[in-house]
C-alpha cells in the first residue's frame, strides 16, 4: 500500500501532472504582463490614460483656430467615452494587518482623477474658444440696457448721445455699415446700440476670418460703457441737488421760508396749495423719520389718489401712519393688501387697517373684520364694530346685534355696535339698537334714541 506522497512523487517522476497548482493561472497571466478582471474582461491602464490626456493637453495649448479646438474637443470625447467604458482595477488599502489604519476611509478611485482632468480640458476648450459675433451682441446689449435704465440728468444725457454717436461710427466702419439713431431721445440710442449688436450677430462674422473686427467691436462696446460710466446720472447728485432739479423749492421763498428744515416749509406749503406731488417728492427722497412722518401727515390730510402706490408700498411694511393714508385714500386697489393685517395680533395695525377699510367701504372686507368681533382686545373689537358701520354691509347687523346683546362684553364695545347698526341704517338694523334705549350704559343709551327716533 502507498500513501498520497507516494502517488504525487510517481506523478512527478513520470513527468505528468493532473491539474495546476492553485494560482498558476494567475502567475502566468502577470508572467506575460495581462490583467484581466472577474468577468474576463482587460482592466484599464492608467498610464495609458494619463499618457492621451498629456497630449490632448499639448493639442490644446497649441490651437489657434476653431478648427485645432474642434478637433482637441473631438478627442476628448473620445477619451471620455473610453473612461465610462474602463474598469480599473481595484486598489487595496495601504499597510498591513498591524497597521493602525481607519477602517471607514476607501482608497481613491483611480477614474476620479482622470475625469477631472478631462472636466479640466473641456473648459480650458470654452475658455480659448470665441469671442464670437455673438458675445458683441451680448455686450451691446448690456450697454443698451445700461442707456435705458438709467436717469441721466440734463447734463448726462448729451455725454451719452456723443458717446453713442462715437459707438455707431466705429462700429459702422468696422462692419461696413451705417448706422444711427433715430432720434436724440434714450431709447431710440438704446435701439441703435441694439442694432449694432444684431448686425454683429447675423452670421457674418466667423470668429477665425473675423477675429480681429470682433475684437475691435467688443473694444467699442467697452469704450462705450466707460463714456456711460462718466456721464451724468440722477444718483450722482446729493439729494437737495435732485429736490432742486426736480423744483422741489421753487415755491420757497424769503417771505414764506419759516420752518427749518427749509424740506418742512415745502410740504406744509404744498399741503395749503393742496399740491400732493412735491409731498410725494418729499417722500421719496428724505428718508429721516421726522420727514417722512410729516410727509404722511399730510397726505393724510389731503388723500391724493396720486399718493395710492408709493404709500401702498410703505404699508406693506405694516407702517400704521401709512395704512391710515390708505383709508383717507379711499381706493378699493388696496383692501387686498390691508385684509392680510386685519387678524395679525397687533392691536395697533389691526386697529389702523379696520378704520381704514371701513373708510374704504368695500363690502369685500366684511367678513373679515366681522371675524375680529371675537378677538381678545375690547379696543380692537370695538373698532370692528365701527368699521363694519361704514361699510354698512345688511350682513353685519346680526354680529353686531349679538354683541350688543352680551351683557358680558364692554360698554365699549357694545356702544360701537349700537352705532355701526345705526350707520347701517336699515328699518331691520335700527329696531336691533332701538331696544337698548335705557340700557345700563349712557352711550348705548345715546345710539338707541337716535334709532329710535329714526324708526319713529
Known amino acids: 500500500m502507498s500513501n498520497g506522497d507516494d502517488e504525487s512523487a510517481d506523478a512527478t517522476a513520470d513527468g505528468e501532472v493532473d491539474a495546476e497548482p492553485e494560482g498558476a493561472e494567475d502567475a502566468d497571466d502577470n508572467a506575460d504582463g495581462e490583467t484581466e478582471a ?10 495609458e490614460f494619463e499618457s492621451r490626456l498629456d497630449a490632448v493637453e499639448a493639442d490644446l495649448e497649441d490651437a489657434e483656430t476653431e478648427t485645432d479646438l474642434d478637433a482637441v474637443e473631438a478627442d476628448v470625447g473620445a477619451v471620455e467615452a473610453d473612461l465610462e467604458d474602463a474598469e480599473f482595477p481595484v486598489p487595496e488599502p495601504e499597510g498591513g494587518e498591524d497597521d493602525e489604519t481607519d477602517d471607514d476611509e476607501e482608497p481613491e478611485d483611480p ?3 482622470l475625469e477631472a482632468r478631462v472636466s479640466d480640458l473641456r473648459d480650458g476648450i470654452e ?3 470665441g469671442p464670437y459675433g455673438e458675445d458683441v ?3 451691446a446689449g448690456g450697454a443698451a440696457g445700461t442707456i435705458r435704465d438709467t436717469r441721466w440728468t440734463r447734463d448726462g444725457e448729451p455725454a451719452v448721445s456723443e458717446a453713442v454717436s462715437t459707438f455707431l461710427d466705429t462700429s459702422g466702419d468696422e462692419l461696413d455699415v451705417e448706422f444711427a439713431a433715430d432720434s436724440e431721445e434714450i431709447d431710440a440710442l438704446a435701439d441703435s446700440v441694439d442694432t449694432v449688436g444684431g448686425t454683429a450677430a447675423d452670421g457674418r462674422l466667423d470668429a477665425d476670418d473675423d477675429a480681429e473686427t470682433i475684437a475691435a467691436l467688443l473694444t467699442a462696446v467697452d469704450d462705450l460703457e466707460s463714456a456711460l460710466e462718466e456721464a451724468e446720472e440722477w444718483g450722482d447728485l446729493e439729494i437737495a441737488e435732485q429736490l432742486t432739479r426736480e423744483g422741489f423749492y421753487d415755491r420757497l421763498t424769503a417771505e414764506n421760508r419759516k420752518d427749518f428744515p427749509p424740506e418742512l416749509g415745502v410740504v406744509r406749503i404744498a399741503e395749503a396749495e393742496n399740491d400732493p406731488e412735491r409731498i410725494l417728492l418729499a417722500l421719496e427722497y428724505l428718508d429721516s423719520d421726522f420727514m417722512q412722518e410729516n410727509c404722511l401727515d399730510a397726505l393724510r390730510r389731503l388723500g391724493p389718489e396720486e399718493a395710492l402706490e408709493p404709500v401702498q408700498a410703505l404699508a406693506k411694511r405694516r407702517d400704521v401712519p401709512a395704512v391710515e393714508v390708505l383709508g383717507k385714500i379711499g381706493d378699493e386697489r388696496a383692501v387686498d393688501m390691508l385684509l392680510d393685517f386685519v387678524d395679525s395680533g397687533n392691536p395697533p395695525l389691526q386697529k389702523a387697517t379696520i378704520r381704514a377699510l371701513g373708510e374704504i367701504g368695500s363690502e369685500e372686507a366684511s367678513q373679515e373684520i366681522a371675524n375680529v368681533l371675537a378677538d381678545d382686545e375690547p379696543a380692537v373689537r370695538s373698532v370692528a364694530a365701527r368699521g363694519l358701520g361704514l361699510i354698512g354691509d345688511t350682513r353685519a347687523i346680526e ?12 360698554d365699549e364695545v357694545r356702544a360701537s355696535a349700537a352705532w355701526a347698526l345705526v350707520q347701517i341704517g336699515t328699518e331691520r338694523a335700527l329696531a336691533a339698537a332701538a331696544e337698548y ?6 352711550t348705548v343709551q345715546v345710539e338707541a334714541k337716535k334709532a329710535r327716533k329714526a324708526t319713529a
Open 137 to 139: 451682441q451680448s455686450a
Open 399 to 410: 354680529p353686531l346685534s349679538d354683541r350688543l346683546a352680551d351683557e358680558e362684553e364692554a
Open 437 to 442: 334705549d335705557d340700557d345700563r350704559a349712557y
Open 38 to 47: 472577474n468577468d474576463g474582461e482587460e482592466l484599464a491602464d492608467v498610464e
Open 111 to 113: 477614474k476620479e482623477p
Open 127 to 129: 475658455d480659448r474658444r
